[in-house]
């Protein structure tokens, strides 16, 4: 299949509480293994989902938040997350996993997959998708 | 112009498989194509066939399965999401060791690769939702 399509995955939801964040990373993780040029978006409580440090043990859940740290391995690479959602949960970067991926056109440096962008940003970044699914 | 339809919510505890339904059906009144339906999360339950709504309410997944015989709707069913929530097709139960089917007749149960290709295929992709 030659067509690539910009695929947008938009994450407006909190990691756990509700399946969406986790049925949205099958859908990425599948996706990647038809070659398009996939973005994700982290909005809303869907910040909470980068978070470091999730221990879901006492809930019985699992906690796949470790497979953020994998997506440079898919080569899904842009994580742009809200800048406005993040102050408005009191979150700054540092809260957040530190997600890279390997830039095989530059010696394989490790660059940082996040991507923080205003609200308007996001709009801009929307904007320029052809496809986007909201989870 | 060709679209793909993604449901991301049960029925009757959501409007969002009737929303869908009611805008494919004016999509095809006017001449526009439906390339597929895509159900997930909790919209796959929209495809069980065992379920019994008050006669008083619409039918929600045999207005789908009327849909789908009039207009050869290729409806798809989530695997993953399905497999999870207990929807199952015979290969699927055989595969499974379960003892019963209950997919409706229009429905087919794929994998997630059908909403990429969906994506890649379709003019726009609409998801109804929360």
New interface residues.
């Given amino acids: ?1 030659s ?1 690539v ?1 910009k ?1 947008l995955y938009v994450n407006r939801k909190a990691p756990y509480g509700t ?2 964040a986790q ?1 949205a990373l ?2 990425v993780l ?2 990647a ?2 070659d ?1 040029d996939v973005s994700m978006a982290f909005l809303d409580d869907g910040v909470f989902q980068l978070t470091k440090g999730q221990d879901t043990k006492e809930a019985g859940l699992k906690n796949f938040s470790p497979t953020f740290r994998a997506l440079g391995d898919y080569e899904v690479t842009k994580l742009y997350v809200e800048q406005e959602s993040l102050d408005e949960r009191g979150l700054t970067l540092d809260d957040l996993q530190d997600i890279q991926w390997e830039d095989e056109d530059d010696d394989y440096a490790e660059k940082p997959s996040i991507i923080v962008v205003s609200r308007a940003g996001m709009a801009d970044v929307m904007a320029d998708q ?6 | 112009m060709k679209f793909g339809i993604v449901v991301s919510e049960g029925p009757y505890t959501h409007q969002a498989s009737d929303s869908a339904y009611n805008f494919v059906k004016a999509a095809l009144a006017t001449g526009h194509e439906v390339s597929r339906v895509f159900f997930y999360h909790d919209g796959v339950n929209v495809g069980t066939r065992l379920s019994i709504p008050p006669q008083d309410d619409r039918q929600i997944q045999e207005q789908w399965t009327a849909l789908a015989k009039e207009h050869e709707l290729d409806l798809v069913i989530c695997i993953a999401a399905a497999q999870r929530r207990g929807l199952l097709d015979q290969n699927e139960a055989d595969r499974q060791g379960k003892d019963a089917n209950n997919i409706a007749d229009g429905f087919r149960i794929s994998g997630l690769g059908q909403l990429i290709e969906m994506g890649i295929q379709a003019d726009r992709t609409i998801t109804f939702g929360d």
């Fill in positions: 299949m067509i399509k695929f399946i969406y049925e099958e859908v599948i996706g293994a038809f398009q052809d496809v986007v699914l909201s989870f």
